[in-house]
């Protein structure tokens, strides 16, 4: 076990053998259940301490800048993927008949192990209609360069990060932001885990980095429901002191 580490960490980051090893430890559990099961112990799999995650996002401000300044060809990648935070390579593989613009929403494909592929209703909301919209027909992907699928856009990309006022911005931060986004505004994790294509709660977890403005919306948030809570029961009181006989 060491041996595979220290092999791997010349290659990798301590949070990809991580996930190596959640990997390794989870096939050792199904070994040990089956019948007859594997002889002995699941062997103990360590745990390496993962850097600080990446604190990229991109602010409500800053959306409109870049999307003014990107070229025609990568907007709706841009657009789709602020808003639904799907991988990138996901985002290069839709096809048009996974658009449903009569539904609002785009039909991704969730696998599951043993199972047959499931698909997964992705919104379709805000400015993604109107850019699906304007979207040319020229290939049957959605995202594509005259008749071919974009493949690559990383030049275009950082030039408008720069001209925006976001130099260094990773389209992966766009994912990061879809998932603050939707959390702020109330969708069950269940949901956001399902439209971003995140199969584990641990994962999403990572991208729930709080900021001042977080913490002053909750304490706003539980002061609205103490001061409810606290007037209905100043009204039960008072209801309840008239009903008492003098």
Known sequence: MKHYIQQRLKDVKPST?????????????????????????VPFFPKLTEGEPRKGFLKPEHYRKLLAELPQEPKLLFVVAYHVGLRKGALLRIRWDQVDLASSCIWMEAKKANRKPEPVAVPIYSDMRAYLELQPHTSEYLLSRGSAPIKDFRRSW?????????PGLLFHHLRRTAVRNLRRAGVAESVIMKITGR???????????TDQNDTLEAGRLAEELLSRAHAQDSSQMASQSKRKPN
Do not use: F, K, M, W
């Open 17 to 41: 053998v991580n996930r190596e090893l959640g990997l390794l430890h989870r096939a050792s559990q199904l070994g040990y259940q089956q019948d007859p099961p594997l002889v002995g112990r």
């Open 158 to 166: 950082n030039l408008a990060c720069q001209t925006a006022g976001v």
């Open 199 to 209: 199969r584990t709660r641990g994962v999403l977890d990572l991208y729930n980095i």
